[in-house]
Each structure stands twice: as structure tokens, then as C-alpha cells.
């Protein structure tokens, strides 16, 4: 953008304010017991001992790839900024950091083709990240920035781990435990049995699980990070494999992570996510006979009084149980049907162990999320086996198929097509009986219901209610050994490996006898350097290279495997709080002010407007975040409760999700696509400010937009007219005519510019009062509804009515800056220094106090007294035609209107000459004069 096309000198303003907030460090949190400097502005307005309240303000802390941010990417960002500096107004010490979850496969995958260490890549992409971030005047805490791959930082991930791998969940007080408090059975006596009982109880745990293997990427793959069979990151086939990893026990609080969403405050379709992924069902456990073995299959339903209706039996294709189950032949008179797996362009296969191989591979290279899929076509393959129904002794056919996972339940159902919509398609597919034993309401088919009826075709529970057929096919099940009342999570345990170089080492070797944690003393275990990241020819971790690194001087062993991306951020809030401890993860009394209740030593000043929330006030990210994430992290935090290390049980009070910022197009933001729009083009073409406000201006903050450049226009022609409203338009013509010249460094520009010489120590009219406090009023409603968008409108209100004024009054204007700072803070500051530097305003003026720049400003309150409307504009009408309008007062009578209306000049010469039939009064809103012609 050429200099004359600009409505304001941001390009000056904006990187003297920038620089100004860093030197001062204007907006560093202060922590209990913490010396404050004297000058500081926080000191100024709160004084140097007590603190008030806090406000701890969070963004979900970027991965920062090297491509750098999109225009989307700083929305929460802004939002979460301008309630920092609004808290800030109102009063509270407010806490708002920034740092970096910077271990992931992308640093990774570009060391294994350049051979760059991962953490030159990852510095060089934080810088960018952080470079892009403060020119957008974000007013964080930098001096508590984190990064997830400091050592400093990860010593205290390691340390977490160390906490789960040494703690158990003990079921009678439900919480967790160390591990010490374990009481062992009598009849375990010898070391290695003690051992193995303890490490079959702990937090932490090692498991063979099935995991998404990408053997091409050399490492185990979450679930979200696996489309449509191949990875997210490089479109490599992924298979499913079982393999040795570390486990976490989160199903052990599985009820507590329902039962403590409720005074969460969060929006209900977010606590719905959670607990569908938590997914508690209440059910029966039902024993099946399998084959004709004495082994017993149990399998999990909610549905008990459906088992007279099960036709056939599903188990996930990984089930080891298959193996010991499968015939050598085909039984006779097996459709072909039930040998191609439904797979289209399969032929049957020979037997039933071909058949197993064959749909075990096909089923390992999709992920859980493509299995469970309910509108893909069902496939399965019948395994030759037979189970025996244990309420009629039928004998029903064993099947595998891949909507069943092994990681629900016990990884087999009793399919009930009839009462599924699973089932019903797969029975349909395969030509497989369908029994009717439940009957619907009048007018809804009974096949494919799945609510409440009554029982039909069914035994003993025949003519009963669902709620009695479940209770006493369950008081049956248990009074015959056949099965008993439970409850099932869908929540599975958190697969917490990985086998990747860039990630947190384990802080545990091995031996013949097992493994065992490193001592704390020993933290941080670094990961060793490495000339080549890829994994091994054997296929082990790239930390297996290490040889040196692996071997311990006794013998031991490392672990090779890595956490995963996700360690990191499952408690980087807390970090935040104390980030310079190197004796401890965070001071208790720290800890304690920022989540937990202002300690009773530590003198607090009087609230100040608004609610003081345990734990963190407002946490504001992407909805694609909304269910691993934060469960994770609340398991982590219960976990730390527990142990007396937290000092509340829930981390997140306030949880908001913005919507996505779509590119022009209307589609997502993506290199691929070439719709990536950089905030350092809209900052250099129109600055930081408009940038800010145009992100809040397009619409709500939860609603998914679409970006559109030439709308910054609007907002930065609005800051334009803020300018104009202050500055004198002569400096301003000598202030360019000195840019042009180049006579002068930034700041002794910025100093020609004078005020305009209508702003005046000149007091208010009435009508200047009420339009600001009118103004005051909606912007801190809409701040407090966070209504971002509305509130912007009610200062672009303002300013169309300031504009207007021949007289200015500074007391007014100052007011306004107030309210601007949030939104623009930039311009906001350098106006707010000229009305000081004016003598205006001076800072021992009563509308600012001691304190010098607007950070620290107390927030305007509105008088709704001044809001009420003395007089009012009053229609009138002859005939239902408007006429006329007439000024009266706001609690004139009924009598005082008529005689108001009858009095004006217009309606008397209307009027004259004709009869007045009947005046009509609707008081505040008109009087109409009825008349005959």
C-alpha cells in the first residue's frame, strides 16, 4: 500500500507501542510474594502488596509449522486479548501466556528427508510463529513462554509420567494412589510375582495393543491421524498390528470425567462430545458357549431382554480368541456368500483359515474411525465356529467383521438384527436370520426398532415391559452363572506410545525382569543426537540407533519408544503458572492462586466486577480439539488432584470454541488448496489494528466465517475516522509532507502531529454524556457476553455522532479510548498520550489517575440515569397520516399528549375548519387525530 492511501500512520504507531509493552513489560502477570516494581503501571493501580483477583485468559497453544499462520489462525487469539485487556480495566491480575507444542511428526518427517536435527526446524518455525504473533500487539506474558521441546519443560513431563507409572486407582475412595499403598494378596509372596501384580495395577502399564502401524512413516499412528487408511501426513498405507506399548489407565476415571462435566461451564453440545467418547453404558454381561469347548465368551449389551433375538455372534477381526476357534473345513451347506467377506470382486475362499487371513488383512488398514463408519457398506466373513445361545441353547454362527472393535467391550457382540441398525444391514447383507422380539408401538415397524416396547418371542420375558424384561433376564443371567448386571465404557485405555525420535523419552530400562522407572534426580532424560531418524532395519524406534544412549552402565536398557505429541500439552497450563521453578513443577501457593482460592496468607483486595472461577476462567481453541484434548488433560489433572499436587479437579472452567475462518473461497484455509492468506499481508497493508477488529467484526466468535479482504477496508476506514476525530488536519498535512521528505526518524513524526483544536477541557452537553455512556453500556455487555462484533458496532455508533460535534470535550474522548483499547490497542495508546502530552488530560486528572498509558486504565462504568430519556419525539397523525412531530416530555399524561398534539402549528392548520371526531393517544408511541373530511 502506497503511503497516501493510508487513513493513519499505523505503520509508525504500531511498532513504537509494540516495542514500549516489551521494554516496560506491561503485561507480565504478577505471582504471590512476587517484588513488583514500584513504576510498574500494575503497581500504580493495585499497589506493591496485596493482589487482586486473578483472570487466567488461555489460548490453545499452537503447533507452529513452517508455514506460518493463516489469517484463521489468530481469531481465538484476538478474542482471548481483548478480554485480557478488559479484565485487565476492570482490575483483575490477569494471566495470559503463549507457548509452543512443538514435538510432532511434521519436524520429524523433515529430518528424515534433509537430515536437519528437528529441533533446528522447530526454532526456526517458533521464531516465525512468534515474530507474526507480536506484530498483532497480542498482550501476552512473554517472560512465561513455554516450549513443549525445552528440556527444562519436558523434565517435568517426564516427571508427570513418573507420577502415573508410581500411582494405582484405588476403586474405594476413587482416586489414585502411589503405588506403595497397594495392598498385595496373601497368596503372592515371591518378588517377581509382587512385582508383576503391581505393574498389572499401575496408571501407567504396558500392553500388546492393535495399533495403526505406517510402516513407510515407522511409527504407530492415533486414530485422527489416519484417513481413509492411509496417513494424514504423507498419504502412507497404514495397517493394524499389535505391538508392545505403554498404556494409560484413563478408564479408571472414566466416571469422573462424566460426572464432573456438569458445573463445567461449557456450551452442551461440547459435554455431549465428551460423553459420547466416554460413552458409559449400563448393561448386562452375558456368558456364551462357544463351539463345543467348555470356553466361555463374554460379551457385553445394553439389551439383555433382546437375547432370545440373537441370531449370530460378531467378533473384531482381531480377536486372538479366533485362532483357537476357526475348523479346519467349511461346515456343510455354507452359502459362498459367507466366504468373500462381502467384498466386492472377492472370491470365496477355500477355508475358513484362508478366510480369517484374508479379512484380517483387509480389515488392518483401516482405522477405528473408518470401522465404525455407519454409512459404509458392512462387510465380515463367517470364521466356521458356533456359539451356543445361553437363554434357548441355539446354536448361532461366529462371524468377524470390522464395525466391531477390539477396543470396546470385550471385542465380540450377540447381534441382534431385528433391534440394530448395524446388525439389521449386516444380517441383510448376508442373508442371516432376523427375529422379532420386541414390539413397537402401534403404527412404528417392529423390525429395526430400538426403544422401549414389550417382549415378544421371548421365553419368560414374553408380554413384559422393556425396563421388567431387562431386570429379570439380568436376575436370571446371575442366578444361573450365565452372566451379570454391569456397566461398560466406550472410553478405551490411552495408547501413549510412539515410535518416533522427536518426542519425550520414557524415563524407564529394561532388564530380564521387566522395566523400572528412572529416578527423579536422573530428569530430564535428553534424547541422544542422531545422524539418521528413520527407524531401524528391524523395525525399532529411531532411539534404538543410539547404542550408547540405550546400554546403561548396569546392564539396563532404555525404553526406545517416545511419548506422543500429546504429553506435552496435557498440562502446559500449569507451566504457565510458575515457568522458571526448576525445584519444583509450580510453587503450591502459586498454584494455588491461579486455580485453586487465593491463599488465606496472601491478602486479597475486594473483587472486582465479575465471577472468580476455580481453575482456568477462559479457554478458548479449535473444535477439532474438543474431545482428546481435553481429556486427556482433565485425566492428567484428576491425576494430580489425587495426589495432592493440584489444588482443584478440574483444570478448564470457561471453555469457548471459535469457529473456523474459511479462505474466500469458502473452504478451508490449506496450502494444497492456494486459499492461505498471511496476517503479514492484511498488517502491512492496513495494520495490526483494523487486522484485530476485522477478525471480531465478521461475525460471532463461535460461528464459522468466510475471510474476505477488501471487508478490512470498513474497519480500517473506521480507525481512520477514530484518527480524524483527534488530529488536526494542518499537522497532519505537515506530518506527511515530513514522510515524504524522510526529515525525520518514526517517533519525532509522530510528534508533529497536533490534536484537533476542537477537543477542549470544555464540559459535556448532555447528549455528548449520553451518547457515551450509551456507548459504555453495550460495549461491556457485549464484552461480557463476548459479543465481539456488537460491540465494535456500538464504538463505530459513537464515532458517527462525535464527528458531528463542534465542541469535544477530552473527558469524553478519554472515555472512548478506554473502550477502543481492547479492540485497537495501538491507536488507542498514541492518542491517549497526545491528550496527556495536550495538558488535556494530565495523569493526576481524575479521569486517569496516576497511571500513565491506557493498559492498566480503570474501565468506564455507564450511569443508567443518564441513559433515561427526558423527552421523547412524539408522532402525529390525522387519519393514520403522519403529520407532524413534537417534542414532549417523557412522563407527560395522557391529557398533557393531546393537548401537546392539538397544540402544533402544522395540525392546527390541518385541523382548521374541520371536526374533531376523536383523538386517539398510544402513550410513547403517537397520537392520532381522527377528523371528517
Known amino acids: 500500500m502506497s503511503f497516501k492511501r493510508r487513513q493513519y500512520p499505523f ?48 489460548d490453545m497453544f499452537p503447533y507452529p509449522s513452517g508455514q506460518g499462520l493463516h489469517v484463521g489462525h489468530p481469531e481465538g487469539y484476538t478474542a482471548t486479548d481483548i478480554l485480557a485487556r478488559y479484565r485487565r480495566a476492570l482490575g483483575y491480575n490477569v494471566l495470559h501466556p503463549m507457548g509452543w507444542d512443538a514435538f510432532g511428526l511434521p519436524a520429524e518427517q523433515y529430518a528424515v528427508k534433509t537430515g536437519q536435527h528437528p529441533r533446528k526446524t522447530t526454532e526456526e518455525n517458533i521464531s516465525n510463529f512468534r515474530r507474526q504473533i507480536k506484530s498483532l500487539g497480542f498482550s501476552y506474558d512473554w517472560s512465561r513462554e513455554i516450549n513443549t521441546t525445552d528440556p527444562d519443560y519436558f523434565k517435568w513431563t517426564q516427571w508427570i509420567f513418573l507420577k502415573l507409572y508410581q500411582s494405582w486407582f484405588n476403586p474405594e475412595p476413587n482416586k489414585a494412589e502411589p503405588i506403595d499403598s497397594l495392598k498385595i494378596p496373601d497368596e503372592i509372596s515371591s518378588p517377581a510375582e509382587t512385582r508383576n501384580y503391581r505393574d498389572e495395577h499401575r496408571l501407567a502399564y504396558i500392553s500388546e495393543a492393535p495399533v495403526n ?36 489407565r484413563i478408564t479408571a476415571y472414566a466416571d469422573r470425567l462424566l460426572e464432573d462435566l456438569v458445573p463445567l461451564d461449557w456450551s452442551s453440545s461440547l459435554k455431549e462430545m465428551q460423553r459420547n467418547w466416554i460413552g458409559r453404558s449400563e ?88 470401522r465404525t463408519d455407519l454409512a459404509k457398506e458392512k462387510t465380515g466373513i463367517f470364521t466356521g465356529a458356533y456359539a451356543l445361545n445361553p437363554v434357548n441353547q441355539e446354536k448361532i454362527p461366529i462371524w468377524i467383521a470390522d464395525y466391531v472393535l477390539i477396543s470396546y467391550g470385550t471385542g465380540a457382540i450377540m447381534a441382534v438384527p431385528a433391534h440394530d441398525s448395524r446388525d439389521l444391514e449386516f444380517a441383510r447383507q448376508f442373508n442371516l436370520p432376523v427375529r422379532e422380539v420386541v414390539k413397537s408401538p402401534e403404527n412404528e415397524d417392529s423390525i429395526g426398532f430400538t426403544g422401549n416396547g414389550t417382549s415378544i418371542n421371548s421365553g419368560m420375558l414374553t408380554g413384559m415391559a422393556t425396563p421388567d424384561a431387562k431386570k429379570t433376564i439380568i436376575a436370571w443371567l446371575e442366578e444361573n452363572g450365565k452372566g451379570r448386571k454391569t456397566i461398560q465404557f466406550k472410553l478405551r485405555d490411552w495408547l501413549f506410545s510412539r515410535q518416533r525420535y522427536w518426542g519425550e523419552p520414557f524415563p524407564i530400562a529394561w532388564d530380564e525382569n521387566g522395566h523400572e522407572c528412572l529416578t527423579e534426580e536422573s530428569l530430564p532424560l535428553l534424547p541422544p543426537d542422531l545422524e539418521d531418524y528413520h527407524p531401524t532395519k528391524e523395525g525399532q524406534p529411531p532411539l ?40 519444583a513443577l509450580c510453587d503450591p501457593a502459586v498454584e494455588n492462586y491461579w486455580m485453586g482460592t487465593i491463599p ?63 479462505g474466500e473461497d469458502g473452504q478451508k484455509m490449506s496450502k494444497s488448496r492456494g486459499n492461505v492468506i498471511s496476517p503479514d499481508e492484511i498488517v502491512l497493508d492496513y495494520g495490526a489494528d483494523s487486522f484485530r477488529l476485522y477478525e471480531m467484526f465478521i461475525g460471532p466468535l463461535e460461528m464459522v466465517k468466510p475471510w474476505n479482504t477488501k471487508g478490512v477496508e470498513g474497519v480500517y476506514r473506521f480507525l481512520g475516522r477514530v484518527w480524524r476525530l483527534f488530529i488536526d488536519e494542518k499537522a497532519e498535512k505537515e506530518f506527511n509532507q515530513k514522510c515524504v521528505s524522510g526529515q525525520a526518524d518514526p517517533d519525532q513524526l509522530l510528534e508533529v502531529i497536533q490534536l484537533d483544536f476542537r477537543i477542549s477541557n470544555a464540559p459535556p452537553t448532555k447528549e455528548q454524556t449520553k451518547s457515551l455512556h450509551a456507548c459504555i453500556q453495550k ?121 401537546a398534539a392539538l397544540a402544533s402549528e402544522k395540525i392546527q392548520k390541518l385541523i382548521e375548519g374541520k371536526q374533531v371526531r376523536k383523538v386517539i393517544v398510544v402513550p410513547r408511541k403517537l397520537v392520532n387525530i381522527a377528523i371528517t373530511s
Not at 505503520?11 to 514500584?38: G, V
Not at 460379551?299 to 477381526?317: Q, S
Not at 550408547?548 to 507451566?575: F, H, I, V
Open 779 to 899: 460495549t461491556t455487555e457485549d464484552l461480557d457476553g463476548m459479543r465481539f462484533n456488537t460491540a465494535i458496532s456500538a464504538l463505530m455508533i459513537f464515532i458517527n455522532e462525535a464527528m458531528t460535534w463542534s465542541e469535544r470535550p477530552a473527558k469524553i474522548l478519554v472515555e472512548f479510548l478506554k473502550l477502543l483499547q481492547p479492540f485497537a490497542p495501538h491507536l488507542a495508546e498514541e492518542l491517549f498520550k497526545k491528550l496527556i502530552e495536550s495538558r488535556l488530560l494530565s495523569p493526576e486528572n481524575e479521569s486517569t489517575g496516576s497511571i500513565s498509558g491506557l493498559s492498566y486504565q480503570p474501565w468506564p462504568e455507564f450511569n443508567r440515569d443518564l441513559l433515561i430519556e427526558d423527552e421523547w419525539l412524539m408522532p402525529i397523525q390525522i387519519n393514520g397520516k403522519l403529520r407532524d412531530r413534537v417534542t414532549v416530555p417523557t412522563g407527560a399524561s395522557k391529557e398533557d399528549l393531546e393537548t
Open 283 to 370: 448393561g448386562a454381561e452375558v456368558q456364551f458357549s462357544l463351539g463345543s469347548s467348555d470356553r466361555q465368551m463374554p460379551v457385553f449389551t445394553t439389551r439383555p431382554d433382546t437375547l432370545f433375538g440373537a441370531t449370530y455372534m460378531v467378533f473384531a477381526p482381531e480377536h486372538s480368541l479366533i485362532d483357537e476357534l476357526i475348523p479346519e473345513e467349511w461346515p456343510e451347506g455354507i452359502p459362498d456368500g459367507w466366504k468373500t467377506g462381502g467384498i466386492s470382486g472377492s472370491e470365496p475362499k477355500t477355508n475358513p483359515k484362508e478366510a480369517i487371513r484374508f479379512y484380517r488383512e483387509y480389515a488392518s488398514k483401516k482405522s477405528d474411525l473408518e
Open 213 to 248: 502401524w505406517c510402516p513407510e512413516l515407522g511409527t504407530v499412528l492415533a486414530n485422527e491421524e489416519v484417513i481413509d487408511g492411509k496417513s494424514e501426513v504423507g498419504g502412507f498405507p497404514v495397517i493394524r498390528k499389535p505391538m508392545r506399548q505403554w498404556m494409560l
Open 544 to 583: 534404538a540407533r543410539a547404542t550408547e544412549w540405550l546400554n546403561l552402565p548396569d546392564g539396563k536398557r532404555r525404553e526406545t519408544n517416545t511419548m506422543p505429541q500429546w504429553a506435552g500439552s496435557c498440562w502446559y497450563y500449569l507451566r504457565y503458572l510458575d515457568p522458571s521453578n526448576q525445584q
Open 11 to 58: 505503520h509508525l504507531i504500531e511498532p513504537k507501542w509494540q516495542r514500549h509493552w516489551a521494554s516496560e513489560e506491561t503485561f507480565r502477570a504478577w505471582n504471590p510474594r512476587e517484588e513488583r516494581p514500584a513504576d510498574h503501571p500494575f503497581t500504580l493501580r493495585h499497589g506493591s502488596t496485596a493482589l487482586p483477583p486473578k483472570y487466567y485468559v488461555l
Open 600 to 662: 488465606e496468607s496472601e491478602e486479597s483486595s475486594s473483587p472486582p466486577k465479575g465471577i472468580v472461577s476455580k481453575g482456568i476462567d477462559l479457554y478458548v481453541g479449535g473444535a477439532e480439539h474438543a474431545v482428546l484434548h481435553l481429556l486427556y488433560a482433565r485425566f492428567w489433572h484428576k491425576v494430580l488432584f489425587d495426589l495432592g499436587l493440584v489444588s482443584t479437579s478440574e483444570p478448564f472452567f470457561k471453555l469457548v470454541n471459535q469457529g473456523l475462518i474459511m
